[in-house]
T-cell receptor, first 116, second 108 residues
Framework: DAGVIQSPRHEVTEMGQEVTLRCKPI?????LFWYRQTMMRGLELLIY????????DSGMPEDRFSAKMPNASFSTLKIQPSEPRDSAVYFC??????????????FGPGTRLTVL | LAKTTQPISMDSYEGQEVNITCSHN???????ITWYQQFPSQGPRFIIQ???TKVTNEVASLFIPADRKSSTLSLPRVSLSDTAVYYC?????????FGTGTRLQVFP
């Protein structure tokens, strides 16, 4: 298995532009998570889906952030409009709740976003 | 969700055993204790998980006392490649809350 796939790996954009981050979870995993990591705030859970349905989006910082999961193999995290304070590494993770390891999430390589 | 407390940083030398202790005084009955490892520029990686007593895998051991208010991650004979941040989490649902972790530096 290729693991969790994220694209792009790096994104540099200007303030005010729309940014779309993409994630392909591991096949067969039915939970998907979006995290953001910065030096100041550490690793924060933004939103997670179970069976393509958003379960908890309380970590989404504001209305400029939105996430979708149109099917079991694809999710997007969109920021519109982007701001410099959105600069961070965004991780996507997936897991199989039926696995023997209850809280084992598999993380992707992350997308490093820089907003100028 | 239970809050965890762990040392901000630890230093060790190659070949030594490293024990990282995490406090979780408010752990709930249904919570599992999970440890993750994160290398620079990578996402966190699951290391080990337990509910009580001792769990061992090919990477580490996890010791959990009877009251479950703390846990200790034990890394036997560390190498330079074990330099990373180690996170202790307790949760009974998919919602994991990562704290600041313990930054382990292994020296030659």
């Amino acid at each position: 298995d290729a693991g969790v796939i994220q694209s792009p790996r790096h994104e540099v954009t200007e303030m005010g532009q729309e940014v779309t981050l993409r994630c392909k979870p591991i096949s067969g995993h039915n939970s998907l998570f979006w995290y953001r990591q910065t030096m100041m705030r550490g690793l924060e859970l933004l939103i997670y889906f179970n069976n393509n349905v958003p379960i908890d989006d309380s970590g989404m910082p504001e209305d400029r952030f939105s996430a979708k999961m149109p099917n079991a193999s694809f999710s997007t995290l969109k920021i519109q409009p982007s701001e410099p304070r959105d600069s961070a590494v965004y991780f996507c993770a997936s897991n199989d709740p039926g696995s023997s390891s209850y809280n084992e999430q598999f993380f992707g390589p992350g997308t490093r976003l820089t907003v100028l | 969700l239970a809050k965890t407390t762990q040392p901000i940083s630890m230093d060790s030398y190659e070949g030594q055993e490293v024990n990282i202790t995490c406090s979780h005084n408010n752990i709930a009955t249904n919570d599992y204790i999970t440890w993750y490892q994160q290398f620079p520029s990578q996402g966190p990686r699951f290391i080990i998980q337990g509910y009580k007593t001792k769990v061992t895998n090919e990477v580490a051991s996890l010791f959990i006392p009877a009251d479950r208010k703390s846990s200790t991650l034990s890394l036997p004979r560390v190498s330079l490649s074990d330099t990373a941040v180690y996170y202790c989490l307790v949760a009974d649902t998919d919602k994991l809350i990562f704290g600041t972790g313990t930054r382990l530096q292994v020296f030659p």
